[in-house]
Antibody, heavy 113, light 112 residues
Framework: QVQLKESGPGLVQPSQTLSLTCTVSGFSLTSYNVHWVRQPPGKGLEWMGRMRYNGDTSYNSALKSRLSISRDTSKNQVFLKMNSLQTDDTGTYYC???????WGQGVMVTVSS | DVVLTQTPPTLSATIGQSVSISCRSSQSLLHSNGNTYLNWLLQRPGQPPQLLIYLVSRLESGVPNRFSGSGSGTDFTLKISGVEAEDLGVYYCVQSTHAPLTFGSGTKLEIK
């Protein structure tokens, strides 16, 4: 069955870089897009960016200068890296399959010293 | 960027009541390929979002048929015909016609 699972550190210091991994199963990264979406505590959803099935990427314009999304198709993994983290980057980070039909459980990231 | 305006921000309903949520886009969501990429999601408390409706009006597999979507261009509506207790949560519209993708601000459904 289709599954996505996010992994990464729960705590990141301000100004440091966040690295998250989305490990997928039940579908091929060369057939489906994968998005990253985040949600600050108690707030709404924000689209961060996507890895397309063909390897192209697109990003939220507000995050583009800090954000990079890549993949390793042999490991069925999509990666997110975002630098210069600040406290308002605290929240739950989700990966979701294109079309938003399957979501991971999310990983809570806290930016704090 | 496309702005999706959802109304109302909160909704209080009794069991069995029918309710509607509006999602208005700052520009047409009709893609050049003829599809309109407007989806509706429900996020229950403590859970990731789940897909309810895709391509404006297509019901995702396993979603009860009391949920329905309609609209075109810039105006879209999600209707719940007979609210049930399990429907509480926050509803979001999301568009993927234009990059960057954008979400509505959400509508919180409370059960009276």
């Amino acid at each position: 069955q289709v599954q996505l699972k996010e992994s990464g550190p729960g705590l990141v210091q301000p100004s440091q870089t966040l690295s998250l991994t989305c490990t997928v199963s039940g579908f091929s990264l060369t057939s489906y897009n994968v998005h990253w979406v985040r949600q600050p505590p108690g707030k709404g959803l924000e689209w961060m960016g996507r890895m397309r099935y063909n390897g192209d990427t697109s990003y939220n314009s507000a995050l583009k200068s800090r954000l990079s999304i890549s993949r390793d198709t042999s490991k069925n993994q999509v990666f997110l890296k975002m630098n210069s983290l600040q406290t308002d980057d605290t929240g739950t980070y989700y990966c979701t399959r294109g079309g938003f039909d399957y979501w991971g459980q999310g990983v809570m990231v806290t930016v704090s010293s | 960027d496309v702005v999706l305006t959802q109304t109302p921000p909160t909704l209080s309903a009794t069991i069995g009541q029918s309710v509607s949520i509006s999602c208005r886009s700052s520009q047409s969501l009709l893609h050049s390929n003829g599809n309109t990429y407007l989806n509706w999601l429900l996020q229950r408390p403590g859970q990731p979002p789940q897909l309810l409706i895709y391509l404006v009006s297509r019901l995702e597999s396993g979603v009860p048929n009391r949920f329905s979507g309609s609209g075109s261009g810039t105006d879209f509506t999600l209707k719940i015909s007979g609210v049930e207790a399990e429907d509480l949560g926050v509803y979001y519209c999301v568009q993927s016609t234009h990059a960057p993708l954008t979400f509505g601000s959400g509508t919180k459904l409370e059960i009276k």
